[in-house]
Structure formats: C-alpha cells, structure tokens
C-alpha cells in the first residue's frame, strides 16, 4: 500500500442513472495509465440507489475500489475530506460522479505533476453550461481572485490532482467550512493547470444552482480573506464622512434660505441607503461570526456508516512489515 501511486476521488449524491457508465468508462482509462491505483467513492446520502450500486461494484473489483458510505449528506466537499483521509495513493485526483470531466483526461494531470507540480487544477476548454452559468462563473472568479489572491481560473471544474504533501497537509486542517481548491493552492509549492475536455451531464440532473454557487464563493471569501471587512470598514468610513458633510451642508442651506420641504424625499433616500448598507454590514460580521460558532462546537464534519475495502490486501501488508521487522 504504501507503493500505491494514484487515488481517484469521487463523491456520489443520486447518480444512479450515470454510475454504470462511469465505471465503463474509468476502469478502462486507468488500467491505460499502467500504475497502481485505488478508486474511492463517497455516497453522500444518496436517496437512490447509488449505495447499492457502488456496493455491488466494490464486489466486482474488490482489489481497486473503496467505498465510503455516510450516514447521511454532508456535502461535496466534506466527501471529498472523508475521501482524502482514507486515500493510500502518492497522488491523488478528485473527479465528478456525472462524467463532465471525462475520467479519460486524468492522465494530463498527471503528466503535469511529472514536470515537477504538486497541485495540477484544471480549465475546461469548451463548458457546455448555460449562459447564465458562465456570466456568474466568470463574475465570482473574478472577485474572488481580488479578494483571495487565489489564482483558479475554472473553480467549478472538479478534475484536480494533488501530491501526498499536500493531501496531509489538508487533512492536517480542522477547519469545519473550507473550499479545497483553493487550500491547496496555499500550501502548494509549485501549482499549474491544464486544460480539458468538457462533457454535457448525459444523465441525471445538476446539484448545483445558482445560489449554491454564490454561497460557495462568500464561503471562499469569508475563508480565506478578511477584505470583506476591511472593504466594508472602508465604506463606513466613507459613508459617515459624505453623511456629516451632508449634514453641515443642510445646517447652512436652513440658516441662509430656510426650512424647506422639498428635500424630505432625498434624506429617505440618503437614510434607506445607509440603513442597507449597515443590514450587509450586519450579515457579513455574522458570516465571519458563524464560522467561529460552527468551529468551537467541535462536532464531527460527517459520519461514516461503513467502509467498504479489500482487507485482505491490508493484513498482508502488516504481515509482510512485521515479518520485515523481525528478521531485522
């Protein structure tokens, strides 16, 4: 086990519809790349029959496949972790249950991270999305990179590969909330990224919408940076100066001209503004504040029902290790 090259990741929420063509289509492009390697699926509480499925594959390739079942659904990226800390393999790649990013194109990753890389993400090269997908891809990536000065050019894109450093590295961190991309590209010493095909899900339906994709990025925001506080600091700042300006200017207005009515309707306005303005302030402190809440409690970031794996794999390593150690 500990010469195990390669471990692909691959979480599952109610994919039973794509399942059997992926495995068609994985086992055959790694058993290509000629290395030793392990599959790790994750059911994430699949309300169909995803967990059967996957238990009925571990069956047909015990030697390769692994599969974590939850308890119930923590979300992708918790399933990811769950996935990183049971992975044996020196790399490891973390790939999408419903073939948008074809399991044929793992081996540019890793030819990538053969050039001397030890975080390889990758940029889809032609994204079959909805336009408005690609509006608010490319609007949030550009204010995250502002913010983060993290550099992903496709953060949707799940096809990524990470070295054994940074997989311990990661799975070092006890943070509840956190966005995996971008942790490792913080602890990588040289990343790159590679372009890929895109596919259309031909299956099933996308668990991604619009505000999932909002609330990932202020997620990454609010977890890597505190410009958002500083931004909203500054326009505060701003906000109360133009205000006492404002004020003066209305102080010699009544004494040189006199009361007037006319005005009323602007001050609504001026005061309306400032009222959204201190309610998004408001929220953003509970952003931050929450994911204290949510790290103090120190509860588990999912629950494994069972594991599915080839033990007999496992004791014979031991054996082999104590055999070592005696006759040494």
Known sequence: MKNLQLSV??????????????????YPALDKLAVSYEIV??????RDRSAAILRAQFQLRPD???VILFNGNFGQHMAIMAGFELSRGQRVVTLD??????????????????????????????????????LASRAMNNLRERITHIKITDQGCMLRAYDRGI???????????TFIPALAYNFARRPAEVVVEHEERAQGVSKYSLYSLIRLNFDLMTGFSVVPLQMFSLVGMVTSAASAFFFVFLVIRRLII???????????????????????????????????????????????????????????????????????
């Not at 699926?41 to 699949?46: H, K, R, V």
């Not at 997989?167 to 909330?177: F, K, M, P, S, W």
């Open 9 to 26: 990741i691959i979480p599952v929420y109610n994919e039973e519809e794509g399942l059997q063509t992926l495995f068609d289509r994985l």
């Open 41 to 46: 699926f994750i059911n994430d509480g699949s």
């Open 64 to 66: 390769v496949t692994r």
């Open 97 to 134: 249950a419903d073939l948008q990013n074809p399991p044929e194109e793992i081996h540019k990753l890793l030819a990538k991270m053969d050039e001397g890389y030890d975080y390889v993400g990758s940029i889809r090269n032609q994204r079959n999305d909805s336009w408005w997908r690609h």
């Open 167 to 177: 997989i311990d590295a990661i799975n070092g961190c006890r943070e509840v909330n």
């Open 258 to 328: 006199g009361p007037e009515a006319e005005g009323l309707f602007t001050l609504f306005a001026l005061v309306f503004f400032m009222i959204g303005i201190t309610l998004f302030g408001i929220g953003l402190l509970g952003e931050y504040i929450g994911r204290i809440y949510e790290q103090v409690r120190h509860r588990p970031r999912y629950l494994v029902e069972a594991v599915l794996e080839n033990r007999s794999e496992e004791q014979e390593a031991i054996r082999q290790d104590c055999g070592s150690r005696i006759e040494e």
